[in-house]
């Protein structure tokens, strides 16, 4: 788009030349709008265009000027055609652009021409000019411009801006050109959403900028702005603007979190990682999905909620990042469990600009630690002799699918008990076998508790026993059963209050052998319930052992220790700050007390090669006494590290009784010393160690915990280690470390325990534990961090929910949920007021949250009563490993309010139409809940039929109509569609009430049924109707009602109208049957007759539906209906009915087209039926007329071929109803019958008088039934009327059976019916009707036949009860529906009684395409009563096939003048080239009777109408004669045959009355027919359509539905006007009326605006009853004289001048002439009668001039 800013007008500038024009294009596309500036003035200036041969530039363009010079240009002609070029030039207009050429330029073909164009500018404006070059084809012109230079910017029209996320951005950038030659400035003008940078800045000339478009929507939607650009000169204020439309689109973001494992998207999308081992890691993978089709740019990050005392332990390497749209970013989520036996809860939260709601993945995990457990617990050596080592094996086992790292508590150098391997690692799923070595150094009993401890798990106990002997001594055997009575006897000694008894227990405690037994199965069964009650945990057993005062066989801590050793730990040369230890010296005293009442005896175990030594090594303890021994440090090596556990066991002195004693274990006591001799400034081993964890996190409790720390020695070299308590903070004594010294051999490792004391000060980020690892200079640090924290929990959604209003009696749900926001797993429970347990409650309403766990309460609300709620639970939780009393407490507070529900149908009355029987039908019921609460409901359906027809079809008890949803819910002000289908099982009213019910919050109705709404519907069969139906071929000339008899369509139509049996819908669908036919409905299709060899009969149905649904029909002949016989089932014999069948299907003879169709609701189609007279006889084919879903109708086709020289009469029926007749009529009216001879030859009738004259004897010789005409000649193809007068004596119904003979033929009995009536009496108050000939229905055509191009308005006149020798009227029209045809038409009128009833004017005429033509039909009966049922024929014959037929007639008649004028020379060897003319064809041979007796093909009839085309299809091959006879038929030229002409058929019925009867029993219709007894001829009125001088109106007759719409009101409307009683009495009350004329005489001549009433197309007959009647006069009196004239007011005809009155005649003359031409106008379209009536302004009423007026008037009368 360019823009710019304009200057001055043109000066000067001549309006260009339009081009004179030869045809061609010459429009010069190089010619831009002056305002487009810069750019086009380059383009156009540069760019050459072809004008009619001839190569030039559209334009030349000065820009570079100024005053005062002359600029000059080249324009250059080239001639680019192969031809010559002479071109005339027209100069420039004005006197600013010139030429010095000549007028004319020739140009040969390729050669070029230069013409100076000079400019001389006068001011300083724009100039425009053109020249014009004119040449034989054409003209064109070159423009000449001279522009100023001005501000000119290239901008787009319009920028599309890329898809955006909303509240994100995108841009584009689009170039921003100074095209002028003028430096600009511009600065933009940019609405929201969009931006524009730079907005402003100054171009020089031919400079371009970049523009950048940034497009930022807060919403999803289109966008569409104008950006507006102001630009001119710098400094000054903008000039002009130019216009840039910025689009863009803007769609929410979306991304799913997607879990890769799980086919199904989920709501909260959770990750699991299951029990992952701790120190181990395992990742997963999640992907973002963006499905919107926009970017997405997000972040990744933790919910945030519980202070976190460590690193998380999950981690996710996607925190931020872009996803395309429809594309996916896979992120990996990592859980890496550092502390065993715990549940990990972590949330990502997934956030994005312009996301409608946030999306969390919840992460779970826990940690798996190894499952350890030993073959066995106790290792019993037995007795073994002193320094006699005995080994024994025990499995240590791992069942978990961890590694397991263990250590025993045991220095295998320095005891008597050792453990192979001490230390190592169990894989997963798997054991190691430990050696386990007993060697005793002093003969006593041994026992010792060995622990053995497992990294992150809970330490093992083993029990090791055995006693040693020698020959000196032999002490008591330690056996494992004293171990259990022993721990029994301790937990006896706990229970027990009575420390006397305890004291004597603790000394005499007498056993036997069966006891020790009994006891022991005892103690197994009570050792639970005791370890209950006194039981601790294996880390606390653990540390009281390594404390020294814990008896190795209690497991109370509440127990004073036997034997206790202070201290437990010494260190040698190791320097530390310490009051209780002096670690310089080399030897070091402990102390060991006896905490027992009995003497003890002490044995410390040493080893030779110990550098470790304890002196005294033996001595003797007296009870609650100490004792101190001396242990020295004697290194054998300088500069090494040294580590041992020294043990001494404690013994009671007194050796008890085996029998009376119980036998008491000894006590094991041990002392850890660490030592080293490096000497003095002599460098230690650098260690090589670590720790993990370094980091080590108590739960946050107040109560006592452990932990446990693997201190590994990487290096190969031996490390000490010892917890160093001068660099230790004070908070370091509330944690206790086990060992705190010892010794690890390389590639080795300890596993250290760490007990921790809860203080309430221990800071946030921890303190620091340092180890000192082989001297002070090396250390390690271990971080602890221990917190005590109160439980925590956050009720996420707030501390209120709101309920919205519920129905009372049901229940509403509410999520809520509640988070964990402590470290600690918590229990929680909800705590309900019991009188509100049945108005809400929550699930789940107790249960465990893990640390940063949620969980979802729902939470319900049933309410009893309308009115508003408020509750207050009350949320309890403690942490799950404390004790309950601690507890904490929540308070939510719930609102909610009940309120009564209903519901309502949007429509109270839904009709669903018609629907076939065995199809369904859906719609959908809206239901509407207007009330403030949601309702739960049931429906239910009551069905009523309301047109109940049995069939057993039907299903009992279940409703047609099925609800797809019985039972929901509605939200409160919403509606709900329910889906329902109707499934009709019989034809019948359907009508249902649809009811609703409540429901409760269990389910259950609450209230009684409420109607919802009423639906109705109607099941319905297809149905299908015969309309219409017309004749042709043979049967051209057959009437409707002959028709309608023939193929019984009456019968047909009620039939198809019925409902059809079970039997009928065995096949739904009309396809061939493959079983025999089911219906029981027969009928007859009967196609008359006619000779042989003749034309067939043709008919044609008009089938319309009239119902609203689609119908499928089919017609289907024999062979659709059967089956395909096996070879064995066929007996090779034919009965007659299936030969005559077979040369009916094999030859044709019955035609139906088409066979099968569909109709929609409201269409129609012809079918054609069609009947071939190839045959001589009565031919008949069963046919099966089927209707999907409806009736199956046999129709019997039967046809009649008869013989050319036979006579035959057809009879549509044998049997005849006359109209009823009332008794004792003087004068019954006469009645018709019909005869149609079908044959070739005039047949000779006669009725048999005899049968008659009978009758009358039987009937005291009254005729009761006479033939007017009982003998006579029908001639071929015609149809005569039998006259008859039936005179019934009695009322009742006589049957009487006439035979009719044919001369030269058989003979027909027809039966005739007929009724005799009562006369009414006169005081009935009813008018009677002698008549039964009832008013057929009356069918208008609406659809055209195929090939029909005229129209009747009406098919059908019925005239009804009218009076001997009176006129009834009839208006009719004649419509052309082709758009191309001309047509003409002429009527055939019939006779009665050789009198001529009926006129039809006009008679004959022409219609243009498209005209149409209004015909008055006259009726006028005879003299004699008679019932009429006359057909009127109207031929139409297209106008192209006459002018056809009468060039082909001219062409023959001439080709016979030239052979009768010329004489032809006969010569041998010149061929005879003359050609036969024939005026008629030859009748055809008739054809070999009877039917084919072979299964086989029928061969086509032999005759003169066998096709060449059926005989090329058996024998392709022609025979020399056939070649002969082709040869002798192309020399014969036939005389033309006028075209057959379309016949239109008209009925008219009528029932003529004698004239004292008519006026006995119609008397109020009785005036109407004295106007008729003045006239003696019959005047018919001139129709406008054929008055030549009427002038043709500008306006145009309507056509196609517009006329038949007028047509069809118009022609009932006139005819009820003629047929109103009151409508005459108008008319002869206007003889009391004074005429407005003063005529002498009564004559034709004294109206002269009534139009002449004979026309040259009219034939003019007269109806001249046969028995002179009085005449009738207007008043209705009889003038017995015949005069006409009445004795009371005769008016007297006098030479003078005085008033008369108007014949009744002349004026229904002149009235129905005008409503002709009424009709006429109104059918061309000249008035409108639906128009609004106009309103016409009078002058005031003035007395004055009313007086005047008057006065004239009556001085006028004088």
Known sequence: MLAGARGPEPFGSVAPWMSSASGKDNKNPGIQPRRQGGKY???????????????????????????GREFTKTLVLKNIHLKLQKLHIRPPGSKFFSTSISQIVVLSPGTSFSMLVTFRPLQRCEYEDSIEFHSKEGSFQVCLRAILPHHTLETPESVMLPLCAVQHSSQINFLLKNISKLETSFQWDCPAPFQLRPEQGVLKPRQECHITAVFLPQEARVYQQQAHCR????????????????????????????????????????????SVAVGQSLRKHFDLFNPSPVNVFFSLSRLPGVAAMLESEFSCDVTKGEVAPGGSLRATATYSPAVVDTFSVEYLTLKY??????????????????????SSSVVDFGCVEERGPVVQTVKLVNSSTVEAIYQWDIDCGNSVFSILPASGTVPPQSHTTLRAVYRPTHPMAHYRRVTCLILHKDPLFLDLIGTCYSELLKPAILKPEHLVLYKLHWYRRQDSSDSASVQHQDCDTHIDQQGTHFCTEEQSNQKPSSAAVMSTTPMEEFYQTCMGYKDPLSSSCS????????????????????????????????????????????VWTLLQDSPFSICPSSCDLAPLKSTSFRVTYDPKKLNTLHGAQLECFAQHKDSPDLRRRLLCPPWCVTVRVIGHSFQPGKEHFIPNCSLNPPLVVFPALGAISYRTVLLQNDGDLPVTFCLDHRSNCPLAESVCLQPSCGLIQPEDHQILTIRRIPTEDSPKQGFNLSLQLNSAKFKRELTVVSLMEKPCMSLESGSDLYFRPTAVGSQTQRTHRIRNLSHLPMRFQWNIPEPDHDLIFV????????????SVQIWSFSPQAEKTYIFKPTLTFWPLQSDISKKSHLTLEVFGMGSKGFLEAEKADLDMGETLVGSCYSVEVPLVNNSPCPVSFCLSVQETLQENHPSSDSEAGQSALQLDCERGTIASHSTMLIRSTFRPCRQAQYLWTISYQILNSNGFASGPSEALCEVRAKGVFPTLQVIDGCSGGSVGKLSKLHLWKLFSLDSLNQRLLSTPSPAELTFRSPIKHNCSVFTKALLDFNFSSAPLNSDPSNFVLMFHNPGSNPVDWAFLFPEDQQIELEYWAVTGEFSSTELSQMKVQDNQLFRVSPRSGSLLPGQRSAVHFRYSHDFVGTNRLPVVFKLSYGREIMLNFQGVTVERDKPYLHFASNQHVFTSVTIGDCSPPRQMYELHNGGAVPVRYEVDTAVLSQLQLDNFNHPVLGCLNPEGEVLPGKTIVLEWIFAPLEAKMYHMDVPIHIQNGESTLVRFEGCGVDAPTLSSSETCTCSDSKAPIHRVQRVPFPGQVLFLSEDSVFLGDIAVSSQSPSILFLTNV???????????????????VVQMHPERGCLGPGDFALCVLNFTPTDYPTVYMLDLVCQVTQEAALA???????????ERERQRDEFIITDKNVPERQILLIDKEPLAAPARKGPPLRKYKTLPPIGASSSWETVGSLCVKQTRAERRMMREKAKVWKRPVPPKPALLQLSVTAH???LLEYCRHFPHQYNRLCRYLQQNKVQTPVSRSEDPSLPAGPFTPPHGPERELVVNILSPFLRDILDDSAFIQSLIALSSKPSIYKPTEISPTLYPWVPSLPCPATRVTSSSPSTPQPPFLLNGTIDRKGTGESSENRPQMQSTLQSQHAPAHVTEAILMNTLQNLMMEVIRGELVLTAHPRSISLPPFSRSRSRQMSGAMAEEDQ
Not at 246 to 273: C, M, W
Not at 355 to 371: D, H, M, S
Not at 565 to 591: G, I, R
Not at 1446 to 1452: D, P
């Open 41 to 67: 003035q380059t383009q156009a200036t540069g760019r050459r265009s072809c004008f009619l041969g001839v190569e030039t530039r559209p334009e030349l363009i000065w820009d570079d000027w100024d005053l």
């Open 231 to 274: 630009f001119g000169e710098e400094g000054n204020e903008a000039e002009s603007c130019c216009t840039v439309i910025l689009q863009g689109l803007a769609k929410y973001p979306y991304l799913q979190i997607r879990n890769p494992t799980s086919k199904d998207e989920e709501d909260y999308p959770v990750l699991h990682f299951g």
């Open 353 to 374: 600009r312009g996301a409608l709601n946030e999306t969390q993945l919840k992460l779970i995990g826990n940690c798996r630690g190894p499952k350890v457990s030993l």
């Open 559 to 602: 127990s004073s220790p036997h034997v206790s050793v202070v201290p437990n730990e010494l260190w040698f040369n190791h320097k530390m700050a310490s009051s209780l230890y002096t670690s310089s010296a080399f030897s070091q005293s402990v102390s060991i007390t006896n905490h027992t009442r009995g003497k003890l005896s002490l």
């Open 843 to 854: 699930k789940p309403d107790a249960g465990e949250l893990h640390p940063n766990d949620s």
């Open 1378 to 1396: 082709s758009l191309t045809d001309t047509v003409q038409y002429m009527w055939e009128l019939p006779q009665q009684s050789n009198q001529q």
């Open 1444 to 1454: 056809e037929y009468r060039e082909a007639l001219q062409r023959w008649e001439d």
């Open 1552 to 1554: 003529s009355h004698g």
